[in-house]
Antibody, heavy 119, light 108 residues
Framework: EVQLVESGGGLIKPGGSLRLSCAAS????????LTWVRQAPGQGLEWVAS????????YYADSVKGRFTISRDNGKNSLNLQMNSLRAEDTAVYYC????????????WGQGTLVTVSS | SYVLTQPPSVSVAPGQTARITCGGN??????VHWYQQKPGQAPVLVVY???DRPSGIPERFSGSNSGNTATLTISRVEAGDEADYYC???????????FGGGTKLTVL
């Protein structure tokens, strides 16, 4: 069974940093691209960043480019999102998702982790 | 950047057919995916590549895509279908994944 479990969320002050992780199991981790999607309270889904299976391709939404860094460790079946210079508008539930194919659908999602940026 | 437009809400009586649209410039040339999200839960893929269904998704869920509009159709709507629905595409011109704003389906 495919499982994606996010961790690392919490309350952080504006300007602070936070590192999210996503532990994967139930599939060959190194064969799939992975993505972070976020959802602000009461709002819709927003794509954040994606990384290809071997980290060759990495893309970011304009709203986080230069502040967030996506990475993966294929040896540990782990996806990460380093978030720096956090802003109030980064407050959201962050989901990790598996890409069936690069540029395709997100076929499995984690349950999400809440990040709250507030003083 | 590529924009997907969905109606904020759609209402339908139980047993009827719900149609949720997703508009985008020449969206018919792209593969459209649809997600269902119930309150407090993660999104679930219900239709991919315009009209295919993942295993476990009822046949009542179907999709189409042509011209500037993609449509998610839910036949014989049930109370349990009440949720937010999002369309999504890959915009190859900008290397971005794009979501529509979401449609809240209300079962009357």
């Amino acid at each position: 069974e495919v499982q994606l479990v996010e961790s690392g969320g919490g309350l952080i002050k504006p300007g602070g940093s936070l590192r999210l992780s996503c532990a994967a199991s139930g599939f060959t981790f190194s064969s799939y691209s992975l993505t972070w999607v976020r959802q602000a309270p009461g709002q819709g889904l927003e794509w954040v960043a994606s990384i290809s299976s071997s980290s060759t391709y990495i893309y970011y939404a304009d709203s986080v480019k230069g502040r967030f860094t996506i990475s993966r460790d294929n040896g540990k079946n782990s996806l990460n999102l380093q978030m720096n210079s956090l802003r109030a508008e980064d407050t959201a539930v962050y989901y990790c998702a598996r890409d069936q194919n690069w540029g395709s659908r997100f076929d499995y999602w984690g349950q999400g982790t809440l990040v709250t940026v507030s003083s | 950047s590529y924009v997907l437009t969905q109606p904020p809400s759609v209402s339908v009586a139980p047993g009827q057919t719900a149609r949720i649209t997703c508009g985008g410039n020449n969206i018919g040339s792209k593969s459209v995916h649809w997600y269902q999200q119930k309150p407090g839960q993660a999104p679930v893929l219900v239709v991919y590549d315009d009209s295919d269904r993942p295993s476990g998704i009822p046949e009542r869920f179907s999709g189409s895509n042509s011209g500037n509009t993609a449509t998610l159709t839910i036949s014989r709507v049930e109370a349990g279908d009440e949720a937010d629905y999002y369309c999504q595409v890959w915009d190859s011109s900008s290397d971005r994944w794009v979501f529509g704003g979401g449609t809240k389906l209300t079962v009357l």
